[in-house]
């Protein structure tokens, strides 16, 4: 089967650091994807992983283990603007993407 | 500009009065899907299609149809809405390969009275 887990809620202080994780269990795993949604909006995409390591794009970076069924989302120097859902998103057999609950993360002053 | 178009943004109908809800995307993409997005459950995939004339169930088919007669339209049918599918969907297109970016339309707000 598959399955899918991340913290519902993370709270962080501007300019902090944040790491949001996530487990999957996905049949015929390709690789993890992140995406971002402000309230009232549409999913927009962050990062993908196919293989093991950090992918950093900006202020966001994004870590695989496909060993351990696990990746995370780190966000550095947190804005205002960075509160907002992160969903993590593994892509399986088809190219089709799971999408959990998602992390909603609050940055506060 | 790159875009997934969806039509309308808002929708408020009644118990039985079939619907459709339009996405267009411009990108030539192989890959296009419906989410629906309700409170506490995140986004759940109802169908996805690979190509034209090749669709597919996702994990909530259950009430809905589509179609893909051209690669660039992916038309969401609802025959016999119910208040059940009250909910926000979100059309999303993408080359066929894995991991590439998926692009959401904005977003369509349905109730059903």
């Known amino acids: 089967g598959q399955s899918l887990e991340q913290p519902s809620e993370v709270t962080a202080v501007e300019g902090a650091i944040v790491q949001i994780n996530c487990t999957y269990q996905t049949s015929g795993f390709y690789g993890l994807s992140w995406y971002q949604q402000h309230d009232g909006g549409a999913p927009t995409f962050l990062s993908y992983?196919?293989?093991?390591g950090l992918e950093e794009t900006g202020r966001f970076s994004s870590f695989l283990s496909r060993s351990d069924s696990y990746g995370y989302l780190l966000l550095q120097e947190l804005q205002m603007k960075d509160s907002a859902s992160y969903f993590c998103a593994p892509t399986g057999g088809g190219n089709k993407l799971t999408f959990g609950t998602g992390t909603q993360l609050k940055v506060e002053l | 500009e790159a875009q997934v178009t969806q039509n309308p943004r808002y929708l408020i109908t009644v118990t039985g009065k079939k619907l459709t809800v339009t996405c267009s995307q411009n990108?030539?993409?192989?890959?296009m899907s419906w989410y629906r997005q309700d409170p506490g459950l995140g986004l759940r995939q109802i169908y996805y299609s690979m190509n034209v004339e090749v669709t597919d169930k996702g994990d909530v088919p259950e009430g809905y149809k589509v179609s893909r007669k051209e690669k660039r339209n992916f038309p969401l049918i609802l025959e016999s809405p119910s208040p059940n599918q009250t909910s926000l969907y979100f059309c999303?297109?993408?080359?066929?390969?894995?991991?590439?970016?998926?692009?959401f339309g904005q977003g369509t707000r349905l109730t059903v009275v």
């Open positions: 999303a297109s993408s080359l066929r390969q894995p991991g590439t970016e998926a692009f």
């Open positions: 990108m030539n993409h192989e890959y």
């Open positions: 992983n196919a293989l093991d």
